[in-house]
């Protein structure tokens, strides 16, 4: 008689099962929440590369401006228009808006090759939901030779509100030189209303505003530009005053002109389709940069903060000091004293996620205006 086979195939139990589903779940939750960690890691990774690119992008374009600062300017800076009948020019404005407060150019109206702005910037909204100390503006002029305006003769009228350029071939120059230069009213690289010209002769210098570019080389400066630049009328420190003296003669001395450019830094918060600024629709705050009377452009965006601090030198007390944040004005010092400005900009970028808060950079950087510093020791 045979024994039967009592041997069954048996399966896993629910209380078996219960468990391994558990530990499946408890080992997939962790692994979902490392690799939610590591992306977060990588986001806010690629998010502090980006803030680092947009800083160095501003300060090494505020660098390159600031190393040239000065430029063919004459050593204490510009004269312009003052006396009877002068008031304040402008700077950061463009033929219909200013963007900055206290832009009224220092020291009886007088332009050099960096002009501090202390605290006349914007304010910006921070993470806890108040508003940051107001940021800083930086302004600074130098000489534009991309142009060749050199190679024009240049002839004033009497109110100085006009000037013809003419072509003046160079030769004979051992350097190639291109010839003819461009039209003054060449669309591409030629003047445009709110363009500053550089005017210098015997005399002085002199600075005049573009508001009209005619035909024939007939460029016009009329007063009321948009940075009450012009101001024919004025007593002195205009185009006029290049004719020179009380009794003028005939002809002014023989003048030279190069474009001028004065630029200026400061941070924007785009205003969102409410048109409100400082609230939620507002765009990523960007540093803006503003050339003579032309309108001003975004040069680097998550830009939510720029302070600048000045070293002076008093070439005749032999004294230097570090740091000021009006580069000594309050005190009575010029900011022709100025031999290296120190830069500070803040990026930012929105926590992943939906988090509050931001992700900050800072960068910090320090400049010397070459041509601001030099000293001819042998005169």
Same mark, same amino acid.
């Not at 190679?151 to 003419?166: D, H, I, K, R």
């Not at 060449?186 to 010209?197: E, F, H, M, S, W």
């Not at 005749?316 to 009575?332: E, I, P």
């Not at 290296?340 to 803040?346: A, D, F, G, P």
């Given at each position: 008689?045979?024994?039967?086979?009592?041997?069954?195939?048996?399966?896993?139990?629910?209380?078996?099962?219960?468990?391994?589903?558990?530990?499946?779940?408890?080992?997939?939750?962790?692994?979902?929440?490392?690799?939610?960690?590591?992306?977060?890691?990588?986001?806010?990774?690629?998010?502090?590369?980006?803030?680092?690119?947009?800083?160095?992008?501003?300060?090494?374009?505020?660098?390159?401006?600031?190393?040239?600062?000065?430029?063919?300017?004459?050593?204490?800076?510009?004269?312009?228009?003052?006396?009877?009948?002068?008031?304040?020019?402008?700077?950061?404005?463009?033929?219909?808006?200013?963007?900055?407060?206290?832009?009224?150019?220092?020291?009886?109206?007088?332009?050099?090759?960096? +002009?501090?702005? !202390? *605290?006349? @910037? #914007? $304010? &910006?909204?921070?993470?806890?939901?108040?508003?940051?100390?107001?940021?800083?503006?930086?302004?600074?002029?130098?000489?534009?030779?991309?142009?060749?305006?050199?190679?024009?003769?240049?002839?004033?009228?009497?109110?100085?509100?006009?000037?013809?350029?003419?072509?003046?071939?160079?030769?004979?120059?051992?350097?190639?030189?291109?010839?003819?230069?461009?039209? +003054?009213?060449? !669309? *591409?690289? @030629? #003047? $445009? &209303?709110?363009?500053?010209?550089?005017?210098?002769?015997?005399?002085?210098?002199?600075?005049?505003?573009?508001?009209?570019?005619?035909?024939?080389?007939?460029?016009?400066?009329?007063?009321?530009?948009?940075?009450?630049?012009?101001?024919?009328?004025?007593?002195?420190?205009?185009?006029?005053?290049?004719?020179?003296?009380?009794?003028?003669?005939?002809?002014?001395?023989?003048?030279?002109?190069?474009? #001028?450019? &004065?630029?200026?830094?400061?941070?924007?918060?785009?205003?969102?389709?409410?048109?409100?600024?400082?609230?939620?629709?507002?765009?990523?705050?960007?540093?803006?940069?503003?050339?003579?009377?032309?309108?001003?452009?975004?040069?680097?965006?998550?830009?939510?903060?720029?302070?600048?601090?000045?070293?002076?030198?008093?070439?005749?007390?032999?004294?230097?000091?570090?740091?000021?944040?009006?580069?000594?004005?309050?005190?009575?010092?010029?900011?022709?004293?100025?031999?290296?400005?120190?830069?500070?900009?803040?990026?930012?970028?929105?926590?992943?996620?939906?988090?509050?808060?931001?992700?900050?950079?800072?960068?910090?950087?320090?400049?010397?205006?070459?041509?601001?510093?030099?000293?001819?020791?042998?005169?």
């Amino acid at each position: 008689m045979r024994r039967s086979d009592r041997t069954k195939n048996r399966g896993f139990s629910l209380a078996e099962l219960l468990v391994a589903m558990a530990m499946g779940l408890v080992i997939l939750s962790a692994a979902v929440n490392l690799f939610s960690k590591a992306l977060g890691a990588s986001f806010l990774v690629t998010q502090r590369a980006e803030m680092q690119q947009d800083g160095r992008a501003a300060l090494d374009m505020m660098a390159k401006d600031i190393s040239l600062a000065g430029a063919g300017i004459t050593s204490g800076g510009v004269q312009l228009p003052d006396g009877a009948g002068a008031t304040g020019s402008l700077f950061g404005c463009d033929q219909t808006t200013c963007y900055t407060t206290n832009n009224i150019y220092p020291i009886n109206n007088h332009l050099y090759g960096v +002009i501090p702005n !202390p *605290a006349a @910037g #914007l $304010k &910006v909204m921070t993470a806890a939901g108040v508003l940051s100390p107001p940021t800083d503006v930086l302004t600074i002029a130098y000489t534009d030779t991309t142009f060749p305006l050199n190679e024009y003769s240049v002839a004033l009228n009497a109110s100085g509100s006009q000037a013809t350029f003419t072509p003046v071939n160079p030769a004979p120059n051992p350097l190639p030189v291109p010839w003819p230069p461009p039209a +003054i009213n060449d !669309p *591409a690289v @030629g #003047l $445009k &209303v709110g363009d500053l010209i550089l005017f210098s002769n015997s005399v002085g210098q002199a600075i005049g505003e573009v508001t009209l570019v005619g035909a024939g080389g007939v460029v016009t400066f009329a007063n009321g530009d948009a940075l009450r630049i012009n101001q024919n009328t004025a007593a002195g420190g205009n185009i006029k005053a290049l004719w020179g003296g009380a009794a003028p003669p005939a002809v002014p001395p023989p003048i030279v002109c190069n474009r #001028l450019l &004065v630029l200026t830094y400061y941070i924007d918060i785009p205003a969102g389709a409410d048109g409100i600024r400082y609230t939620a629709d507002d765009g990523p705050p960007r540093l803006m940069k503003q050339v003579n009377g032309q309108s001003p452009v975004p040069v680097a965006e998550n830009v939510a903060g720029l302070q600048a601090s000045y070293d002076i030198y008093d070439d005749v007390a032999g004294v230097a000091t570090a740091n000021l944040k009006d580069a000594g004005m309050s005190a009575g010092k010029s900011p022709n004293q100025i031999r290296k400005v120190n830069l500070s900009v803040m990026t930012r970028s929105p926590m992943p996620g939906g988090k509050q808060g931001f992700q900050t950079l800072n960068l910090a950087t320090s400049v010397s205006a070459r041509d601001m510093s030099f000293k001819d020791r042998y005169q």
